[in-house]
Every structure is written in C-alpha cells, then in structure tokens.
C-alpha cells in the first residue's frame, strides 16, 4: 500500500539523494523546496510554495492538485513571504515545521507545536488525504501538529471549527488580505462563546453579521435543506470543547467553504465537467445579516419593504430616523412593564433567535421549566427553547433588549415579556398572546400550538417528498446533480467565472432561486419574438412580451446575437438584479440560455415605462399629480435601497424615464442595471474612462471627469423629478427663452417665485401646490452642480415627508444650453450606451 503513496508527479528533493519523487510525507532528515511538491495519497491535495494572484511573493501552501485556477486552502507563512525561490520546507527534529529562506538561512515560519520532547520523538509531516497537514511520531496516530487547528479563509470537510475549551486553542478564520496578499485581512468569524455559542463574522473587531446559535439541526435562521445533499454536520458543545464540523456523504464531491476577501462566507462546488467552483450557498447574502440592522426589538425581513419594523408591543425609539430608514437606534415598548402582575408573554412565531451573548442556559430545562424560570426574574425579557428536534427542549433565558431578531421561514417560538396591555395589540390573532394568568388561554395555546406543529411536520414531510422527487427526476445527468437540484446550471458556462474574477450568482434561497426557461417555451410564448410583441429596445438588445401556457405575462430581454458589449452587461444585470429584492425594483423570474441565446425573463409590467406617458400628448392627461407624486417616491425609495439599504452599494448610473417602469397600480420599479457598478463598504467614488449613460440625465462630474458615485444618481433623479413634475424633457428642452434648458428654466421659475409655473399644463386641476412646490424645490437641490452639495437619497426622503424648511438650491449644473458637454457622438438617442469621451 505504501508504494501507492509514492507516485511519480513532480517529485520530491530527497535531500541527500538528489531523487524527486512525490509522496505524502517527509521525515526530519528531508525537505522540500520551492519547484517540489508534497501530494496527498488520494492526490486531492498538493503541498508547496506558490505566489498568490498576481504577486511575485512566495507562500508555503496547500491547494488542491490538479485543479486550476490554483486554489489554495492553507497558507503557512502567511504574514511573512519569502521574496525570492530560496524556500524551504523541512521538519526539525524536535517535531517543529520550518520554512527557510535559504538565501540568508532565516527561519520565515515555524509551526511551534508546543512543549515536545526533543530525545523521544522521530517526527513525520504528513499530507493527509483530507487536506490536513500533520507532525506525528512515527509509528503514532496522535498528532503532535496540525494545519487544521489553524485554519485560515477555507474551511474544509472534517475541520473543527471553534474553541477548544482546556487548551484554550480558537480555530477561527480569517480572510485573506486580497486575493494577491494572504495576510489576515479585516474580517474574521468566529465562535463566540459568551452566553450561548453563536457564530460572528467581525470587520476590524466591529460585529457584521451573527450566525446561530446551532437549534440541533442547524445555525438558527438558516435554511434546513442546506445539510441534506451534500453533507452531515453537527454542533459539538460540551465542558471540553465547541465546534462545529461538516462531513460529506459521498467523499468524491469536492466542496470547501470560502471566506472571501470581502468577507462573504461561500460555499463552492467543484464541478467536474466545467473545471469550475460553483456557488451552492451563499451565507450573507440578505441586507437583514447585517448584525444589529433593526436596532434592539426590531425585526428585519428581506423580504419586506422597508426592511425594518418593531416587534408587536413596541415602537420606533426614534420615530424620525425610523422614517427615514436609519433603524438603528431600534424600537422601545409601548408600555413599560410592570412586573411580576402585569406582564405576559407574547409568542412570535417564524423569527431567528436574538443575539444569545448574554443568554442564560440549560439544556436540559423544558419550555414549562423555561417559562416559570423567565416569569420569576423581572429582569428576564424572553425565553425559549434551545433545541428544536423533538418538539423543543432545553432552556434559553434573555436578560437584555433583544437584538438581532429576523424573520425566517422555519417556525421557531421566541416567548417575549411584554405587558399585558400590549399583548393583543395588531395583526397576531388573539390566541398566540397570552397573558400568565390566563389558564383557558393557556390550553388554547397548547392545542393551537400542538395543531401547528403537526401542520408544520407535514408540511416538512411534503417538501422532502417534493424535493427527493425533484432530484429523482433531475439525477440522470451524470455528475451535475448537485447542482442541478439547485437550479442554475445553465449559468454555469456563461456566468460562472473562478471566484476571484467576482462572478457569483446567487442560489440557494427557494425565493431568489431563478428559473431556467427553455427556449421552446419562450419561442411560443413571444409567438416566435413577433415584432408585434415587441415592447421595445433595452441597452443589449430588443425587449418582448410573452405569455406563459399558465398564462403569467412576461418581458423577455433578448440580448444581440452581435453584441459582445452586450454580454458583459447582460451578466452584469443578472449579478446584480437576482441579488436585489424590493418593491420598486423590477424583478427578475428567470432566464433562458440555448445555443447562442441568451435571454432574461422579467416579470411583464403592463404600463410600460414612465416616459411613454409623462412625455405623450394623449397619456399624459392620465397621469394625474397624486400618482406622479407616489411614482417620485417610489423611485426614491428604490434609489435609496440601491445605494444604502442593501448590504452593497449599488450606482444604477442610468437612471432615466424610461429604465422607471410602471406595474398594475402605477407603482414605479427601476429597471435595467446593465450599467450598474458595485462599490465596496469604504469606497464612495469611482472613475472611468468610459462614460456610458444618457444624454440629459447625466451629472456634470461625470461628463468632464468620468467620476461617478451614489451623487451621480442623485442628479439623475433629480432631473427626472422636474421631468415629472413639468411633462418635458430636459434633453431636448425648448421654450420661448431659447437660451434656457429645463434646469435653468425651473431655477430661474424658482428664483423669481414662478415655481409653479413649470408644472405640467394636465396637473393643473389634480396637483396640491404645496407638494408641486416642495417637489421642485427638491429636484432643484439634487441637480446642483457639485456633488457635494446635491442631498443623499435618504435626506430627499426625509425632506419628501417632513414638512421643514429646505435649503435653497444653488445654481444648477449646466446653466445654460451652451454648457451642455459637446461631444464627439453627435446623433445621441434616448437608447442607454451612449458613448461619450470625458474631455
Ligand atoms: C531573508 O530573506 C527573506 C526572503 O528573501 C526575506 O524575507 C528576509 O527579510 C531575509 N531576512 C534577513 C534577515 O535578511
Ligand atoms: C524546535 O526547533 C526550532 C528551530 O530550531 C525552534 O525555533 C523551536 O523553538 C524548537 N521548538 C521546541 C519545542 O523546542
Ligand atoms: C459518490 O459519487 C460518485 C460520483 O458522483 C459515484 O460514482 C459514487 O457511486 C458515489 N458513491 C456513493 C457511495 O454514493
Ligand atoms: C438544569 O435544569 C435541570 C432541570 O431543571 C436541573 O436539574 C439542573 O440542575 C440545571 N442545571 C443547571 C446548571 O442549572
Ligand atoms: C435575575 O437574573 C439575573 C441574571 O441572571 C441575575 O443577576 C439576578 O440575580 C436574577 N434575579 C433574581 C431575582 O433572581
Ligand atoms: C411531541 O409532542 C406530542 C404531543 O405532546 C407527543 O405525542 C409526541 O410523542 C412528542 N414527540 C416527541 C418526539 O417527543
Ligand atoms: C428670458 O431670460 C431672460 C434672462 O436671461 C429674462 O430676462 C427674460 O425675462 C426671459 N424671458 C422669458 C419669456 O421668460
Ligand atoms: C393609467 C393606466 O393606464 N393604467 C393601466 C395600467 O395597466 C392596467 C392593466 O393593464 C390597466 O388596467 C390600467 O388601466
């Protein structure tokens, strides 16, 4: 068996010998230097120095053989690289693990294994098969060493991840630097173990999302279904140690967890036939991950909008800031409690538990148990079970305002304390409040909640059947069914790129989960694209309406067969629309990808965009004030999201009348983000030397300089709102003035008190002056000329539902007609992609 481990790859310096050879370990007399290798006897994993990214830096590593691009699970020396090829890795006799410089002959790194004695031991590294690299005694099972109480941005099948309480040691990760520097960067994630263990993830030591704690089947909030195909995992706790550890079912599936260097938590898959890592799960993906968005007693939901809201029985601590999507400051109670008389409990139902660090516990508590032990401390605010297998045991007692608390879709019990009084305020039916006294009550309760545990375990049964029937029907195709069950694979050629060109689709959540329509099905339902049902012409290509056999409408965007510009902003707009989820966003169903099609399924809106009414003679009498109002708010109310409320800052960067379309109700959604940029927590300002976007809509830094940030929007939405507000076009605007353009017009309407004057002749009769007036005032203030100066999205919101007074605009930018940019494309269209060269 041990000639197995000694395959002929690239070899092995044996050091006296001179004979390269590969095999799994090496003894105290051997080393290996740089241009050799150690590979596992399984050849999944290599040992050896390696530059990360585009540095010339050399790092002991590990990563996985034969698998390309190199990605690397474990770095030895990572904070101190060697500069040149001089490395050297050996083992010392006292059983440490060294990498040498031998240039100079510096110690870089050694592995420290503690207290070792030197005369006893004849130590072997070995590469294990599970990516572990070890120091033993020969001959000995237990390890001296290992690479796994170490772990660094990967996290692998059979890794413990978590304290060991008698050693003290803490497997926690860190993430790399940047792809090109494997230095611990910002974030690292860890068990904390304060209260109840729960899992955080910390930029710079400052709390950014929290996982858990474990409820017996996994992280709490997190979707079940995440364990079942791949792996097992499970939640070790006990006096020694707590950890958390995965193993896989089949052991030939090649999974790791990464933590990225912008500190995402991504589980990828090895997928043989594309030589590529998929995306399987995603673990921050939702604004509501962010530790602490809703501030204490307030409950966020993704899936909502606005994002937060209090907790039934409490209110916002700070109505104004509440309003104006800053939650922060969180939600108090209504009435203040009055214990031990006046105070019951509430049971909220669908939620995650709140932040456990100052929990209280035992395990072996039940709910009655837990509840009596809450009632009899006043200072006790909520309890719960910590269990959820069985019908729930174990104790969980909160002594604090609760924090953290989210909306998910596994039915979990949270029992908060809350006054009487308050108990039956709004939407929750009578029967899930229940004050202590109440006996009657109680058993209602428990036979309500008896009933819906049954419902709820048969709603499990049915989703397991429905999903084992689904992967049934979808393993055929040999080696992908993984990730076939999750739906994406289509994408897997087109969008998939390796992980550190920053493509990643999202897809694991049921809700965000795209559909893949086949060609066949789209062809008949656009009557094979008629030009009929054309809708029109979108920044990649042309737009049609189709009708499902369910009879569900749909717009299929078509991207140009010719348009390799195109490609890269059809990918662009899928990256970011599927992350995106809010009411005034248009959403994306699915798409379709065949031969040479490439395709986007939305949902049909069937009023079309914005401009076809503001700017038509017949349409726009429809259009009256209140509903031009309510489309300004809305579109804000989709800016803000794009530029704060999502856990990315997104600049649309064509934001115009026509990318605003408008569903059943009129209500306004953004659409098209082929032109959209991402822009990292820190990063407010970017530069390009293309300037892409539309002609009257574009701020003046970015015409001349190329600068763009969220201030470049904000312009953007102010020239819209005078374009709603006035029914003209600020491209192309004429007036008996020949000297003015829209924006000069309307500040010098504003500067002599004719503001209204500027309204749309139709909204005469429907608008209210007051808001016609404020509208103006406010599309003035976001069309000033230096970005400094022009509101963010969420002061326009406030400035939009208070009644205050506002600050006078400055002279807008392009003031008058001949400061307009001249530039090179003359024949500019209202189509997106115009191309202009920033002087
Ligand atoms: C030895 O060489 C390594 C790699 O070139 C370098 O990083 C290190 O600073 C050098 N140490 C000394 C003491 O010169
Ligand atoms: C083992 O040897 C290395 C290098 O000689 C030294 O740095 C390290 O402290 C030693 N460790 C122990 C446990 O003696
Ligand atoms: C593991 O997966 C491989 C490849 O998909 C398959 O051939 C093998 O039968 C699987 N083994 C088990 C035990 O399921
Ligand atoms: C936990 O609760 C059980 C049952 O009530 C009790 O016997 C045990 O002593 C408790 N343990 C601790 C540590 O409080
Ligand atoms: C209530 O619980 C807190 C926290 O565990 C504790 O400090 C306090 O002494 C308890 N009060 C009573 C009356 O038991
Ligand atoms: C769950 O509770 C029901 C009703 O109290 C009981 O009949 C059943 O045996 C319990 N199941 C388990 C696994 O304890
Ligand atoms: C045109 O603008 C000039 C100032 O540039 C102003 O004096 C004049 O009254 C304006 N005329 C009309 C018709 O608005
Ligand atoms: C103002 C307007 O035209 N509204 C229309 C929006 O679309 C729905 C559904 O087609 C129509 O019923 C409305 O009249």
Redesign the pocket.
Known sequence: MEVVHYLLIFGLLMSDLGIYRAQDSIAADQAIRDGHTLVSADEMYELGFFSPGKSMNRYLGIWYNNKSPQTVVWVANRETPITDLSGVFKVDTNGSLLVIASSNNTIIWSSNPGPVSPTTINPVAQLLSSGNLVVRTTGQENFIWQSFDYPGDTFLPGMKFGKDLVSGLDRRWSSWKSLDDPSPGPYILFMNINGFPQLFEEQDSVPLSRFGPWNGVTFDGMPRHISNALFTHNFVFNDKEVYYVYTLVNSSVVTRVYFSPDGDVLRLNWIERTQMWFLYWKGNSDMCIRFGQCGSYGRCDAKKSPLCSCMEGFEPRNPDEWSASQWSSGCRRRTTLSCPDGDGFRVFKNVNMPDTRGA?FNRSMTLGECETACK?????TAYANIDIRMNGSGCLLW?EDLMDVRTVDESRDLYVRIAVSDLTIQSIPEFTSRPVSSKKRQTITWVVSILSSLVIVILILAIMYGWRKKKRSQVKIPGNSVIVLFGLLPFVDVLVKPIDEEYIMESQDDDTELTSFSLSVISKSTNDFANDKKLGQGGFGPVYKGVLDDRREIAVKRLSKTSRQGLGEFKNEVEFIAKLQHRNLVKLLGYCIQGDENMLIYEYMPNKSLDSFIFDKIKSPILGWSDRFNIIHGIARGLLYLHQDSRFKIVHRDLKTSNVLLDVDMNPKISDFGLARMFREHENEANTNNVVGTLGYLAPEYVVDGTFSEKSDVFSFGVLVLEIVSGKKNKGFSHENDSDNLLAHAWRLFEEDMALELRDPHIRESCVASEVFRSIHIGLLCVQHFAKDRPTMSSVILMFDKEGALPQPKQPAFFAKGSLPQLSLASVNDITMTTLEPR
């Not at 009899?376 to 006790?380: D, R, V």
């Open positions: 209280w009899q401390n006043c200072s006790c002594f």
